[in-house]
Every structure is written in C-alpha cells, then in structure tokens.
C-alpha cells in the first residue's frame, strides 16, 4: 500500500477489518472486475464473498448480528472496494441505507425482523424515492399510498433503483394525506414503507401489482441492476409503514441519504485512488524519446495534482464521517466530501486516461471503464448542483448576520 489515502487514529479492529477487505479487493475484485463490467454480468461471487466476510452486516448492532462498527469503518470499506470496482460498493450502499433506515427509524418489531436476516445478507436491501419526472425535488413525489382499512393501497412509477431486481426489500418513499389537513408542506405528507418481494424482473409472485421492468441500460456502472419499479394497486400492511406513523419519510430519507453521501464520498476516493495507481504505473513503464514519460516534467506536475486531489478528498471523506459518528449534525460535511470527491474523481480519473494516451481509449485496458464510471459519482445521491445548493445554504445559517 501507498503513502495515499491512509486514516489516522484507527483501532486494532479497523485496520484488520480494511487489510482483509483490501487483501479481498486485490485477490477477488480487481483481477475479474473488468471482464464482467464489460459483459454487465452481476458479480454473484464477489457478493458471497462479501457476505462471508461480514460486510452486508458491517454497521448494524450485534444484538441483530451485525458488527456495529462505525460510519468511517464503513466509509473506508466502501472506498477500498471501490478501488476495486464501483459497481460492487453501490450494491452495498443502496443494503447499508435501508439497514440505517431500520436501525434508527424503525419500530422494535420492525428492526427485530429484517436486520438480523440483513447483517448475514439474506435479505438485501433498496431504498426508491426518484421517478420518471422528478429527482432532486424529493417533496414532489407523485407514487401514492392510501388507507385501506389496515393496509395501505400504492400506485405509482419510481426510477433509478440500485439493486432494483436482485433486493428482497425496498424502502419505498410515497404521498400519504392520512391525517395531514389540506395546506400541509409537501414534504410532511411523504411515508416510507417497507415492501418485501422476491428476487428478479418482471411481475412480481410475492407482491400482485408489483412489477420490475427490467435492467436500464448504461454507459458505465455495469454489472449491478438499475431499474425502474411499478405498483399498481400494491397492497402494504400498516405495520410496514417505517416507524409505525405516516408524514415523517421525508425525514428518515434525508438522514439516510446524509450517510450515504459519505458513502458516494469514500466511493469517489477509491475510485480516485486507483486512477492515480494505473496512472503512476504507466507513466513508469511507458517510453518516449529514449526515457519512461515519467521523467517528463509535464508528467510529474500531471502525478503531484493527481495525488494532491486524491489526499484531499479522502480527508474531506474522513472528517465527515467521523462527524456523523460523534452523533453531530454533518450535512454540510457530507454535501462539501461528495461534492469534492465526485469532482476530483472525474479530474483524477481524467488525467490517468491522458497519461495512457491512445492506449486509455482501448477497452483492454482498466482505465477505460474508470473513464465510463466516474461520471455517476457527479449525479448520485443529489447532483453536484444540488450539493452546491445545501453547502450554500448551510453556509449561510451557520454565517447569518444579526442587526
């Protein structure tokens, strides 16, 4: 390992967990990574090995089987496999959120339930609050959810869901009116409701009404599933409402998309980080004009911003993890870590592709997926312009002048 990226003032226990995950990365991910992006195949293996590791169950308590280790534990876990292969630590993100979902918002009965089947990664977890005409704007969701005796009956389109096909549960942002008067904020009349299914695409045999289209094809961020979700009339006990009472979704998935913007954050990090490694390689081995391109000046000054953005990111990474974990508001951290993270990744992983010339247009080469993937980073978890919006915002509160 390098002098880049590393975390001071880590346990025993974390620097064991982050060497066996990047023994695992180095072994397991990074030599079969590139083949199954290119042919978009799920990466079923590595997700068992994944689960054998402990990895599903890395933040939930050990009264439910997990390891209750902390947010920057997970955050560096992410960034590791994300040196690896993106692809592999989104399809841990979208488990981790619904599990810190459970953990803080759920009723006893509901936390009981699934995380002791979600720490051994049994049941694996999505969370949908995007459709087909909105994004950022959370508080305009269409998808409704109405009262039918003890259950709630939901209609409705989402879009953009990780781990659409292969989940077991989605945590599923919906319009609920029950018991909020006409004039209520948009916002306070949204609910998240726990729906179990079964596995795979099309018209689900566990949930009548329920249907997974299918994979939406894309330019990079292969081989994890993204799809669309439709429900038509899909009936959901009352007892699967996130926290037993309607109107607080908002809420619940705002703080959940708090923690997994430190997550998108550590994701650019890794991915950043091993940009810089193929690149540094490269230039070493790559000749022009009798001398490894290396030893050009233009390279070198190339390298030092590389590795500059890259330490810089990850600190940013850092802190505000370890904000969230000391129990302390942290979304401003988590806005400014994503948003630098995400764009230093783009730059980064730019400059590697520039140092690998023509080389780093070839698809035998890994660069040329880092190339394809990046630009995800710059939308997921609230875009670059949405990141700007709340730092800018938050700024403000904090710097508010009086008088």
Not at 120 to 135: D, I, Q, Y
Not at 207 to 212: D, F, S
Not at 251 to 280: K, S
Request: contains cysteine; charged residues 25%.
């Amino acid at each position: 390992m390098g002098r880049l990226a590393h975390t001071e003032g880590l346990t025993d226990v974390q620097r064991e967990i982050l060497a066996t995950v990047r023994d695992f990365v180095d072994k397991e991910i990074l030599p079969v990574a590139t083949e199954l992006e290119h042919r978009d195949e799920y990466p079923a293996e590595i997700v068992e090995g994944l689960k054998d590791l402990g990895i599903f169950g890395l933040m939930i308590p050990e009264e439910y089987g997990g390891l209750g280790e902390s947010l920057l534990t997970y955050a560096l876990t992410v960034e590791e496999i994300a040196r690896g292969w993106m692809s592999v630590s989104g399809i841990i993100n979208t488990h981790f959120i619904v599990a810190y979902l459970l953990q803080h918002h759920g009723t006893p009965e509901q936390r009981a339930y699934f995380l002791p089947r979600m720490a051994l990664g049994e049941v694996r977890g999505a969370f949908s609050m995007s459709e087909p005409e909105l994004g950022s704007d959370v508080a305009a969701i269409r998808t409704r959810a109405d009262r039918d005796g003890d259950d709630f009956v939901i209609n409705g389109q989402k879009m953009w869901l990780t781990n659409g096909g292969s989940s077991s549960l989605v945590a599923v942002l919906c319009r609920t009116d029950e018991g909020h008067p006409q004039g209520t904020p948009p916002h306070r009349s949204l609910t998240t409701f726990l729906i179990e299914k079964d596995p795979g695409f099309g018209e689900n045999p566990r949930v009548p009404g329920l249907t997974v289209p299918g994979r939406i094809q894309k330019m990079g961020y292969k081989g994890v599933d993204t799809t669309e979700l439709v429900l038509d009339d899909v009936r959901v006990p009352a007892d699967r409402v996130l926290g037993g009472a309607t109107g607080r979704g908002f809420y619940q998935m705002m703080d959940g998309i708090e923690v997994g913007r430190v997550n998108v954050a550590a994701r650019g990090c890794g991915m950043a980080l091993r940009a810089f490694e193929l690149g540094v390689v490269y230039a070493q081995q790559r000749r022009t004009f009798g001398r490894p391109i290396a030893q050009h000046q233009a390279i070198q000054f190339r390298l030092a911003e590389m590795a500059t953005k890259v330490e810089a990111a990850h600190q940013m990474m850092v802190t505000a993890a370890r904000k969230k974990d000391s129990g302390q508001r942290n979304d401003l951290e988590a806005g400014m870590a994503k948003y630098l993270a995400s764009e230093y990744c783009k730059e980064v992983v730019e400059d590697s592709f520039r140092i690998h010339g023509g080389y780093g247009y070839s698809a035998e080469y890994e660069i040329e997926r880092l190339y394809r993937e990046a630009p995800m980073l710059l939308i997921g978890e609230g875009t670059a312009e949405i990141q700007k919006m709340i730092i800018g915002r938050r700024l403000l509160e904090e710097y508010r002048i009086t008088g």
